[in-house]
């Protein structure tokens, strides 16, 4: 069984921190997407990796997928208050299904 | 608005009533998942359709629950016989593969729907 599993699970900071969170796994996979969820939506799709080392960047979030693509991390600079959610990888084993992460729920105190 | 759309949005039943829940892609996406999600936790996958084919459904997929896509188009998921442990978050995800020999070229993202939040009581 593939698990995605995700730190730390719970997050609490003052704007202008920054923060990394963490998304691992013993599989490896094909592409791995993170997504933002806030309360009673669905998930947003963030950013897509597909190549082992890649880094990619929005805004004030930098994405990296492992150089083996079993890992991946978020790190966000400055966080604001709207930054808070749930963050949540989703990784495709190859069969077109996906496979989410346990989630981190990130809250920025103003 | 040309996303994903799910309805209702919300469901309140009572334990032993039938509900069914409809999912209205991207029009141009030939795959549809469905997606369920219970508090504090991430999506867990329940079964997806190329066109109008189910290719694969989970574990987690009793037998009261059932899914279609007639038409490749619009989906539904209904559940028979709800007990509380039903309630969550059902979402509803499309994407297109597009037919390739590489893996790669063939991807695309899949797009979400606000999802549809049922509670059994």
């Known amino acids: 069984t593939q698990l995605l599993e995700q730190s730390p699970q719970f997050l609490s900071i003052q704007e202008g921190e920054n923060l990394t969170v963490y998304c691992n796994s013993s599989s490896v996979f094909s592409s791995l997407q993170w997504y933002r969820q806030e309360p009673g939506e669905g998930p947003v799709l963030l950013v897509t990796v597909v190549t082992g080392g890649e880094v990619k960047k929005l805004k004030r979030l930098t994405f990296q997928f492992g150089d083996a693509r079993k890992d991946s991390s978020l790190h966000i600079t400055a966080a604001q208050p709207g930054d808070t959610g749930l963050y949540l990888c989703a990784a495709e084993g190859g069969t077109y299904k996906y496979i989410f992460g346990t989630g981190t729920r990130l809250k920025v105190l103003a | 608005d040309t996303g994903v759309s799910q309805d209702p949005r919300h469901k309140i039943t009572k334990r032993g009533q039938n509900v069914t829940f409809r999912c209205d892609p991207i029009s141009e996406h030939n795959r549809l998942y469905w997606y369920r999600q219970t508090l504090g936790q991430g999506p867990e996958f329940l079964t997806y359709f190329q066109n109008e084919a189910q290719l694969e459904k989970s574990r987690l997929l009793s037998d009261r629950f059932s899914a279609e896509r007639p038409k490749g188009s619009f989906s539904t998921l209904e559940i028979q016989r709800t007990e509380q442990g039903d309630s969550a978050m059902y979402l509803c995800?499309?994407?297109?593969?597009?037919?390739?020999?590489?893996?790669?070229?063939?991807?695309?993202?899949?797009?979400f729907g606000p999802g549809t939040r049922l509670t059994v009581l």
């Open positions: 995800a499309s994407r297109y593969i597009r037919p390739s020999k590489d893996v790669q070229s063939s991807y695309n993202e899949q797009f």
